[in-house]
């Protein structure tokens, strides 16, 4: 790369610095709007950081996805846990040796050792197992990224430097806490009057913000890079849930041109520019109807956030670090469950085993690191209230857990005779795979069918009145059924918070280019996935950061790495109890429709996985004859669906792998397969780092184009560009007007009347007649250009025109309109004295009156010059040869407006060739400082296509 991205980042947060130090304080007509000129620096700076986080990792990363129960911790598990020890003697013995181990530190599994009856496992184990299993435990609460680790500085390895505290901990930004709280709500809640959460659309939006606003006392106060930066952290929020699929959001963007409109006009509300809570009152309003609930415990969540990440938070700027113990805490969903549920009598029972790890959690602050660990010693308690670990664990958005490469052998299973007597030399897959690239597994969707029946109810007064009804003696099952759903803390974390971040997490690792791959997994014992248009749709976002042009035409493979995972197949196998039966994948086929594209041969790549080891011998036993070669495998391979899904050679290896292989079900030859698929990404020049790349270079260039905003920076001579502007407008109203039919061109008839129209509105009160003066008139057409470029790019009557002549945004606007004034600044003092006579004399009645008639003055000499208005008999500009003489003729109402403005020695034309001495830039505050960041961009080595 021939640039640094972590310098730019660093010149954009200084630039960020200036604005609240000085630019804030700058008057018109140099005022620096913080709806473009602030938003584009700040945007640059986050695409910036993230893009020169995201690079620090080069390793491409492989995303393991699907329904809850599909076998992918399995998978993983026969790898890491090779050779499981279970000790008769000392439980610290056990789990020594194995993938999780670092010397040192806490022997551990990854999964629970499978036995026939789980209840007979020791329960010391409880503590020592990273996956939560099935004694009671519930599923995963955050993604859990897997990464070859060593202690020692080794490249491509995630160094472990204290083996006590293996494991890297990523908290949720706010941000993203907000996506998470709207996915869950909309997924999970029951809305008022006893119906899904209502869809938005732009006009409820539009009405609920005004509603919002109406509740802010008196004059706002300044604005503050608080409330500022809050703010674009709900419009990018606002902005990724119109964009997803989720119904109660995703109308927001039908009309993306008055979506965006409505997004730029947040920046120009004041009480939302001062007020950081004003801005978190718009966002519980928007994300989820302002339920108090929900409210209540995002600002817990976001305070405990503040105190620990925020500005001056205690763990700001060190790296999060944690125990095996802690770790396993974090991932199991059920923790928070339990940590609220009744003591436990028992010591030794897995609830009271959970219930003293929580309350033992502590952290220890030094000035470069957080360690968090369940053993004695650390002195800050993390764990005292389950409010509390629900909150920590709440909070927690990625595990990085480092894999002891050491521990795992080259050739993992031992030989057996009745399974494969060659086992000792089969391949360690998972570590070849990850030699060269990380597992993302993300949290599972969830199994059942969300209806209103099971959502969760959070109006306080609902909930008041079933709960009553519950208790009363003749309360019937039902009651008791729906009083089970009133909003609890339990509810919160483990569903509403839970789904939320499930859905929020793939999307923003999609958006922020963090996946390389992705492989599905679907089981075949079940029945589909009732909630498989969220696993869709994930994928779909991230096509769309990655690939957006095949989202938009989806035709062939897909252009990154797709593998649709088909799992536990025994138990659909053994229905083939006819050796003749055609009809044998037919279930199965069933279950996997739902995956939709996903699904689709063309574009995704199916394999198949079968656990034939699982203690479990109902779904593991294939009882029938299904080996390559007999007649039911005949059979099945040549039914029209399995042809169809398994149309590839690479797929069809991989069943007769799944068939064949009874050590590991074809998930050697999977893993294996994934691998060649992470090494072929290397060789590409359109790759995921590639794209990142191409992400920076643009905030880049973005960022150095705001160091060209017009009299930023104090020039050593004075530049009129006002020409240019002009001229560069009139070529795009030309060709605009010579592409257009009769109703577009009315269209732009009414935009360009508008845009130069003076609104007395706009303008400053009329001053005192002894205070009249040029100076006087300046300021009146500033005032006009700041409020006028504002208003019109948010208005949403004109965005096609707009959009049409490149000033959809109020800085375009604004330099248009600068551009004009300037060009008739020798005529101000005329106007100065017309109103010193108006004033003089007294006619009219009131300041209102005054300030409409020099609305009028102001527009006249603008548009039309010292002769004034047209006369509808004039048809000097209807007889020449311009292109707009055709124009005319197709839409005669337009030859009085249009033609004398845009035309051949039109209005426009006459003041771009006006000679007029630039308007000399005085000296402001803050520009030494301006100066030197100018400067220092300059000296940085700027991007190829910044040069040119």
């Known amino acids: 790369m021939d640039f640094s991205a972590e310098e730019y980042a660093d010149l954009a947060r200084k630039l960020e610095s200036w604005y609240w130090q000085f630019g804030l304080h700058r008057e018109e007509p140099y005022a620096l709007p913080p709806g473009k000129w602030l938003t584009d620096i700040s945007r640059s700076a986050r695409t910036l950081e993230r893009g020169h986080s995201a690079l620090r990792n080069s390793r491409p990363a492989m995303a393991i996805w699907g329904p809850s129960q599909t076998g ?8 890491i846990d090779a050779g499981i020890n ?35 496992l020791p329960s010391h184990l409880t503590r020592m197992v990273l996956n939560p299993f099935n004694k009671g435990m519930d599923g995963s609460a955050c993604l859990t990224r897997f990464v070859p680790g060593s202690t020692e500085a080794r490249e491509d390895h995630h160094q472990v430097t204290d083996p006590k505290y293996p494991v890297e901990l990523h908290l949720v930004q706010l941000d993203d806490l907000w996506h998470a709280l709207a996915r869950g709500y909309s997924t999970e809640c029951l809305g008022r009057n006893d119906r899904q959460p209502k869809a938005w659309d732009l006009e409820r939006l539009q009405r609920a913000t005004r509603d919002v606003l109406a509740e802010s006392k008196g004059k706002p106060g300044p604005a503050n890079a608080g409330a500022f930066n809050e703010l ?12 997803s699929d989720d119904p109660v959001f995703s109308e927001l963007s039908t009309d993306r041109d008055t979506w965006h409109s409505y997004l730029r006009g947040l920046f120009q509300e004041p009480a939302l520019l001062a007020s950081r809570d004003m801005v978190r009152r718009l966002a519980e309003r928007i994300l989820w109807d302002d339920a108090p609930t929900l409210s209540r415990w995002f600002r817990l969540l976001a305070q405990r956030y503040d105190a620990w990440l925020g500005p001056d938070g205690s763990w700001a700027n060190r790296r999060l670090l944690c125990s095996l113990e802690a770790a396993a805490l974090f991932l199991n969903m059920g923790a928070s469950a339990i940590a609220y549920a009744p003591r436990q009598n028992n010591p030794d029972a897995p609830y009271a085993i959970i219930q003293d790890l929580v309350s033992r959690l502590a952290c220890e602050v030094d000035d470069e690191t957080v360690r968090i660990g369940c053993e004695s010693g650390l002195s800050q308690p993390l764990g005292q209230s389950a409010e509390e670990f629900s909150i920590l664990q709440g909070l927690v958005w990625e595990l990085v857990v480092p894999i002891n490469m050491d521990h795992l052998p080259e050739h993992p299973f031992a030989d057996d005779p009745e399974i494969d007597p060659e086992a000792s030399k089969r391949p360690n897959a998972l570590k070849n795979f990850l030699e060269v690239a990380d597992i993302l597994d993300f949290p599972g969707v969830g199994n059942e069918t969300k209806s209103l029946e099971n959502r969760i109810i959070i109006d306080e007064k609902q909930i008041a009145e079933i709960q009553q009804r519950a208790k009363a003696p003749d309360a019937t099952p039902q009651d008791q059924s729906r009083a089970e759903k009133c909003f609890t803390p339990v509810l919160f974390f483990r569903e509403i918070l839970k789904r939320g971040k499930t859905a ?25 996935c009732p909630n498989a248009d969220q696993i869709i749709n994930g994928v779909k976002t991230w096509w769309r950061h990655l690939a957006p042009d095949y989202l938009k035409n989806p035709q062939g493979e897909s252009p990154f790495p797709l593998n649709l995972v088909i799992t536990w197949w025994a138990k659909q196998l053994n229905l083939a109890q006819n050796p003749d039966d055609t009809n044998i994948y037919g279930v199965i086929e069933g279950i996997v429709s739902n995956l939709g594209i996903i699904r689709d041969a063309k574009v995704s790549t199916t394999f198949a996985i079968h656990d034939h080891q699982s203690p479990d011998r109902d779904q593991a036993e294939l009882k029938v004859d299904v080996a390559p070669g007999s007649t039911r495998y005949k059979n099945l391979t040549n039914e029209t669906a399995f042809k169809h899904q398994f149309a590839r050679e690479i797929s069809r290896q991989s069943f007769d792998a799944m068939v064949s292989d009874k050590l590991t079900g074809g998930a050697e030859f999977f893993f294996l397969q994934a691998r060649e698929q992470m090494l072929a990404l290397r060789e590409r020049s359109d790759g995921r780092t590639q794209r990142i790349q191409t992400q920076m270079v643009r905030a880049a260039e973005n960022l150095l184009e705001a160091l060209n905003w017009p009299d930023l920076v104090p020039q050593p001579k004075v530049q009129d560009k006002r020409r240019e502007h002009l001229e560069a407008f009139l070529e795009k109203v030309r060709t605009a007007i010579e592409q257009t039919d009769v109703e577009a061109l009315r269209g732009l008839n009414r935009f360009l009347r508008e845009l130069v129209n003076i609104h007395a509105s706009n303008l400053p009160g009329v001053p005192e007649r002894n205070q009249v003066s040029t100076a006087a008139i300046e300021n009146a057409f500033d005032s006009w250009v700041a409020e006028h470029s504002q ?44 109103l010193k006579k108006s004033l003089a004399v007294g006619s009219v009645a009131s300041s209102a009156q005054y300030q409409r008639l020099l609305a ?24 020449g040869t311009s292109d707009l003489t055709i124009a005319d003729t197709r839409d005669a109402a337009t030859r009085f407006f249009i033609a004398p403005l845009i035309g051949d020695g039109g209005r426009i034309q006459s003041l ?16 030494d400082a301006i100066r030197s960041l100018f400067e220092a961009a300059r000296e940085l080595n700027l991007p190829e296509t910044a040069q040119s």
């Open 72 to 79: 992918k911790s399995t998978v993983i598990s026969s790898y």
């Open 86 to 120: 279970m000790a008769d003697g000392s439980a610290q013995q056990e789990g020594e040796g194995l993938g999780l181990h670092w010397p040192g530190g806490l022997p551990f599994f990854f999964m629970a050792p499978r036995v026939a009856d789980p209840e007979s």
């Open 232 to 243: 674009m952290r709900l419009r990018e929020v606002l902005n990724d849930l119109a964009a």
């Open 504 to 528: 929020s997490i793939v999307a923003t690792y999609g958006k922020r280019l963090n996946i390389d791959a992705f492989a599905i997994f679907q089981g075949a014992r079940g029945y589909a």
């Open 791 to 834: 208003s019109l790019s948010g208005d949403a009557r004109f965005q096609t025109e707009a959009r049409l002549l490149g000033l959809n945004e109020s800085a375009e606007i604004r330099t248009l309109l600068r551009s004009l004034v300037e060009s008739i600044r020798p005529d101000l003092p005329a106007i100065s004295e017309w």
């Open 856 to 879: 009028l003055r102001m527009g006249n000499a603008l548009v039309y010059g010292e002769d004034g208005p047209r006369t509808s008999n004039q048809a000097a500009y209807s007889q």
């Open 912 to 927: 771009a060739e006006r000679e007029v001495t630039p308007r000399k830039r005085p000296d402001l505050a803050g520009d």
